[in-house]
Nanobody
Framework: QLQLVESGGGLVQPGGSLRLSCAAS????????VGWFRQAPGKEREGVSC????????YYADSVKGRFTISRDNAKNTVYLQMNSLKPEDTAVYYC???????????????????????????WGQGSQVTVSS
C-alpha cells in the first residue's frame, strides 16, 4: 500500500521538543520533495518546512526558523521534523506531503508557500496532533 504515515506528535510543555516522523511505504521517499504543513483551529494551513528532491535544499517558515530542522533518513525511508523550543503557537495538526512531479522541480520554497490543498501532492499523511501547553 502506497502511503505516508506521520508519528511523534503529542503534548509537550513550552520550551520542550518533539520529533515528527513521516514514513513512506510502497515507494522510495528520497525520490520525492517532502513538506511539513500545519493547521491550527481557525487558522489557514501553513507550510512549515520543505526539503527538495534533488539537492537537499531546505525551506523554513519564518515562524519556525532556528527552532525546527527537517532531515531525511533514506535507510529508514523517513523524513523527520525536529522541533525544539516549542511555543504554544506551534499547536496544530502537522501533515507531511510528498511529490515527485511538479512540486519536486519547483524551488523548494514554492512547495511550502503555495498553499494548495494537500490533495495536490502525490501523497499526504493523516496528520499528527502537536499540543504545546503547560
Amino acid at each position: 500500500q502506497l502511503q505516508l504515515v506521520e508519528s511523534g506528535g503529542g503534548l509537550v510543555q513550552p520550551g520542550g521538543s518533539l520529533r515528527l516522523s513521516c514514513a513512506a511505504s510502497g515507494f522510495t521517499l528520497d525520490n520525492y520533495a517532502v513538506g511539513w504543513f500545519r493547521q491550527a483551529p481557525g487558522k489557514e494551513r501553513e507550510g512549515v518546512s520543505c526539503i527538495s528532491r534533488h539537492d537537499g535544499s531546505t525551506y523554513y517558515a519564518d515562524s519556525v526558523k532556528g527552532r525546527f530542522t527537517i532531515s531525511r533518513d533514506n535507510a529508514k525511508n523517513t523524513v523527520y521534523l525536529q522541533m525544539n523550543s516549542l511555543k504554544p503557537e506551534d499547536t496544530a495538526v502537522y501533515y507531511c506531503a510528498a511529490d515527485s512531479t511538479l512540486w519536486s522541480i519547483t524551488p523548494v520554497q514554492t512547495m511550502c508557500t503555495a498553499l494548495v490543498p494537500l490533495s495536490e501532492y502525490e501523497y499526504w499523511g493523516q496528520g499528527s496532533q502537536v499540543t504545546v501547553s503547560s
